[in-house]
């Protein structure tokens, strides 16, 4: 775990813990359906978290999950996460996952109103 902060305009960053991929048993998103930075991760004990962001917490969540079928195979829970933002292999995932969001809010939208518009017999 790295703390962040700044001194006189200057960037700053402190290790404050590390922890072993292995001994990792479950990351909990604590709210899948809302833009929230937050989740916990657990080890021997529960840790709580705050990301930077919504996205930096996913993009926290698929480093871990690459690292772990890379080099452990082992199986590691993931709960409370939109595993659509989570799989590679999903048509959302891309580098620039904030517009895409916005893409698929959008489309969204335009179905409701396309919807709205049909005349009921």
């Known amino acids: 775990m790295v703390k962040h902060f700044r001194v006189d305009q200057e960037e700053k960053y402190e290790v404050i813990e590390k922890w072993f991929l292995k001994d990792l048993e479950m990351i909990d998103g604590k709210e899948a359906d809302t833009d929230n930075p937050y989740f916990d991760m657990h080890f021997h004990k529960v840790y709580s978290m705050e990301a930077y962001s919504c996205a930096s917490k996913y993009a926290f969540a698929r480093t ?11 199986d590691l829970k993931i709960v409370n996460f939109d595993s659509t933002y989570l799989n590679d292999d999903s048509i959302w995932s891309s580098n620039n996952r904030d517009c895409l969001v916005l893409m698929r809010i959008c ?9 709205s518009l049909c005349p009921l017999s």
């Open 64 to 74: 871990l999950t690459n690292l772990n079928e890379m080099y452990l195979k082992k």
């Open 107 to 115: 489309f969204y939208a335009f179905n409701l109103l396309c919807l």
